[in-house]
């Protein structure tokens, strides 16, 4: 399963060097990546990473060079799943994400807005016991 593609440039550097790779970790549950990681209870999430580009290079005789990095360029990652909970919890704390569409999303902005909510939280919770009144356990 695809969770992302990033791209990172490399300064020149000689022998080897350590580069940090940012990989963009988002609770939107419309990502196949987040619903497979919050259902997982425990335990680690295999990461492969694949690597393909392009390297430039001084030749022997200081020429430019260039070669591809090959496609079976990879290595693998066990991400404990409990890092992946703990950053969701300190990056959006005690929060969930929900997407809708546009005409619902205008609908409840209207009754947020009539209602004088204060926050997205304050609508949805008057919205909720507008819709329990009336209903019998």
């Known amino acids: 399963m695809l969770w992302t593609n990033q791209t990172v440039v490399v300064p020149a550097f ?15 549950f419309n990502i196949a990546a987040t619903k497979y990681f919050n259902a997982l209870a425990d335990g680690i999430v295999p990461l492969s990473l694949l690597f393909s580009g392009t ?4 030749g022997d005789d200081g020429a430019l060079q260039v070669e591809q990095i090959p496609w079976e360029k990879e290595a ?3 991400l404990p799943v409990q ?8 990056y959006y704390p005690n929060s969930a994400w929900l997407c809708l569409r546009k005409d619902v999303f205008d609908r409840l902005q209207d009754f ?6 204060i926050d997205w939280d304050q609508a949805i919770e008057r919205l909720l016991d507008e819709s329990q009144e009336g209903v019998s356990p």
């Open 14 to 28: 000689a022998g080897q060097i350590t580069i940090d790779l940012p990989v963009p970790c988002t609770y939107d």
């Open 55 to 58: 390297i430039f290079y001084a």
């Open 76 to 78: 693998s990652f066990p």
């Open 83 to 90: 890092t992946w909970r703990r950053m969701m919890d300190l």
């Open 112 to 117: 947020k807005r009539a209602r004088a909510a």
